[in-house]
T-cell receptor, first 118, second 114 residues
């Protein structure tokens, strides 16, 4: 079945360090890929997305490129801040007419906790 | 706009009790859904709805009921609570159409079943 696998956390970095959180997926169709972020005590928020191969999603200094050949969507940021401390979720959604009405039926990875120290 | 509102924020139940988690949105979103979040397992879809009067099961529907009598509300009912239902529950909504993938989440309900 369709699934998403993320690198395990927690990930602890110093401020201004480079961040990579790995995400790989398995899907029978052509999914859209997403990164969601969950700050402490809050619900998830969409961080960025990519809808087709080679697309790059970006937001708030974070980037991720849809790599169909490696079925990956790794999240990167060049210089993290303390305020980036959160749990990051990779997710996929299959597009297509058959499931058009299923809206946001996302499949999530298990989440990766990031802690940034000053 | 209030967005997606969930109540209560915290709840403790005894095994066998029933309760309803409330979810309301004021954005006229057609799509609404319930997820549960458990450590190391990410979010798993419980039930979803693509419009008033239309609901369907997600990945982990057992022990939960839903209904969608209005566009705004999508309550989740636990008929007979079990310790395995201890979790954090999130309601999420989205428009259908081009923005259907942009789920907006509520702030969650932390449920403990003793």
């Amino acid at each position: 079945g369709d699934s998403v696998t993320q690198m395990e956390g927690p990930v602890t970095l110093s401020e201004e360090a480079f961040l990579t959180i790995n995400c790989t997926y398995t899907a029978t169709g052509y999914p859209s890929l997403f990164w969601y972020v969950q700050y402490p005590g809050e619900g998830l928020q969409l961080l960025l997305k990519a809808t087709k191969a080679d697309d790059k999603g970006s937001n708030k200094g974070f980037e991720a490129t849809y790599r169909k050949e490696t079925t990956s969507f790794h999240l990167e940021k060049g210089s993290v801040q303390v305020s980036d401390s959160a749990v990051y979720f990779c997710a996929l959604n299959l597009l297509g007419g058959l499931i058009y009405n299923q809206g946001g039926k996302l499949i999530f990875g298990q989440g990766t906790e990031l802690s940034v120290k000053p | 706009n209030a967005g997606v509102t969930q109540t209560p924020k915290f709840q403790v139940l005894k095994t066998g009790q029933s309760m309803t988690l409330q979810c309301a949105q004021d954005m006229n979103h057609e799509y609404m859904s319930w997820y549960r979040q458990d450590p190391g397992m990410g979010l798993r879809l419980i039930h979803y709805s693509v419009g008033a009067g239309i609901t369907d099961q997600g990945e982990v529907p057992n022990g939960y009921n839903v209904s969608r009598s209005t566009t705004e509300d999508f309550p989740l009912r636990l008929l007979s609570a079990a310790p395995s239902q201890t979790s954090v529950y999130f309601c999420a909504s989205a428009r259908t159409g081009t923005d259907r993938e942009k789920l907006l989440f509520g702030s969650g309900t932390q449920l403990s079943v003793l």
